[in-house]
């Protein structure tokens, strides 16, 4: 199983973006669905994610101007993103795990111009 995500680009300060993430085939017995990025030269860090049963969760920086959806019949995840900063500017990559994998995309980037 693949995972794609699309959504990402180049806005300025203060913009919007949504990321889109989709596998191209059927994960069963999903136990989290995520958004991790990582910005040159730092660590790859948990954006937001959610737990079989509905709990969500994000990390500070994002509180209160990221939310993460989800519509997991159709295996998608989504990353809604407001008033972005530029330290947003991160490759972003979607991350969702069952049972027995980990699955990840290959990661969109996001670039936040001030």
């Known amino acids: 199983v693949q995972l794609v995500e699309s959504g990402g680009g180049l806005v300025q300060a203060g913009g919007s973006l949504r990321l889109s993430c989709s596998a191209d085939?059927?994960?069963?017995?999903?136990?989290?669905m995520a958004w991790h990025r990582q910005a040159p030269g730092k660590q790859r860090e948990l954006v937001a994610q959610?737990?079989?049963?509905?709990?969500?969760s994000y990390a500070d920086s994002v509180k209160g101007r990221f939310t993460i959806t989800s519509d997991n019949a159709k295996n998608m995840v989504y990353l809604q993103m407001i008033s972005l900063k530029p330290e947003d500017t991160a490759v972003y990559y979607c991350n969702i795990e069952d049972r027995l994998w980990s699955y990840w995309g290959q990661g969109t980037q996001v670039t936040v111009s001030s």
């Open positions: 959610i737990i079989s049963g509905g709990s969500v």
């Open positions: 085939g059927n994960i069963s017995s999903i136990s989290t």
